[in-house]
């Protein structure tokens, strides 16, 4: 692991996705090395970038997009990682046994080894959004990874509105949140809650930032996906993919529709200046917060 | 308590306070009053609104301004309640027992009865805002309180900045979370990053409304205390009261320097509808975060 107050620099590959595998595959790590040339040492995807985000209808053929994690996908990034000194966070579709299959990241540390994995533990399921039906919840927890720069978690889409998440992973350790998603309008719902679901988006994870003192780095896909002429009204994935510094400011955005590598140098002493200043983690009260494990408090 | 989906009207209540605690209590109670001839039912002030903040300094003689509670002030309190059927939040210094101080919030309904009482869980200290040397730490837990008009939550202050409170009140069915409030500026920081303050202040708090589909309403002090010709820098309290709905939406907000009253109507069924669309309590992981009871999960 990087000494404590190293600097280091994330890169966030804002891109589309397509129905072709290898060709997202292909794009995505031109992308990364477009960003390792930039200075990125530390590179995430979106959510699910080898593919369209798949689960807008529930069709069991479409667990044929699933892969062993490790295997084929991580090794083609490993071979990334590798030659151009990246750690890789990236975001994959796990067939883990038939019938168990899981929603995860897989990190790639910056000399090609993989280095862990984390499955997305808040399970999402609302129109267009069919989760529920394709991953298991996760059950490797909170945990985080040390890459050759910084050490690092990762938390997926849904598990960006749960502070539990990014509590658990701030309090491992993590210098830097990585958040890859898959988010965007319905078209219908556009025009009337748009602008409120993108801002709620953005404010509750620059929350976590500043409940924390740790950075977050979110990266969200663009492109419409769908196919209204056929009944499948689709999703507008909303980019502004982000990252924010351990006060919640704003450090770095990319737009709403275009493709866009987003390259930010992170330094932990504003960790530590931070903390330092409001020291949150100082006052909690470690021993009174045993009513948040229940799901609710009444009868 | 009333029946669920009943909206209900909340009064803020933004004023500056002097030394003279009488008189800080016939303001407030005239701007209680106003709140409620404005149509407000459940009305908070300020923390610690009787008097000056005290904490810019140590000096054990300032035991003197606390009261029990119930006692003389809540008495005073309730008789504003029942005249106008108004339930107060009233943020109050009490003393406990000989040694033993809280910065408690009194929650008083509209008939006048004493619901209960919060204590501060969270307890800042640093510069100016020395509060560990006063106030022993909560040990009430996260209580909601059914007042007349709607079930109600307390957290204060430094309180604000950990989703566990918010988080623990939310799941004990509070309708809205009031946080009296005494943050500001030190003079010599206001230019530097006086603006990432307030903004993370109000970040962190929309974003307890985001997390939790909750109705938050914010209550800080406004005016300068302090005596820099003799070595008290002092403070500059920035106000900015405000009311944000179950979706982080900022309803009403008060200015930076003015003292104002708030009223606000909220709606029970904004919960219901955010919950229903975007039901993050249904999703909790309530099986994987006892991790968050730890200080911090390492050596």
Redesign the interface.
Known sequence: MAAMGEKFVVGLIQMRSTKDAAENLTRASERIREAARRGAQIVCTHELFCGEYFCRTEDAALFDLAEAIPGPLTEALSKVARENEVAIVASLFERRAAGIYHNTCAVIDADGSFLGKYRK????D?PLYYEKFYFA?GDL??PNFDTRYARIAVQIC?DQ?????S??VA???AQVIFYPTSIGWHPKEKAESGR?QL??WK??Q???A??NGVYVAVVNRVGFEGDPAHGDPGIEFWGNSFVADP???VMAEASTDAEQVLVVECDPAKSEDTRR?????R????D???????????K
Chains 1, 2 share one sequence.
């Open positions: 533990m808040h399970i999402p609302d919840p927890g909170f849904w509105w749960y502070p539990e998440g509590r658990a309090l491992g350790g409120a801002d709620a404010t509750i620059r929350g976590h500043i409940a006060f919640g400011q200043n409001w020291p949150f983690f006052d909690r009260r470690v009174a917060y045993e009513p948040i494990l229940n799901r609710w408090l009444g």
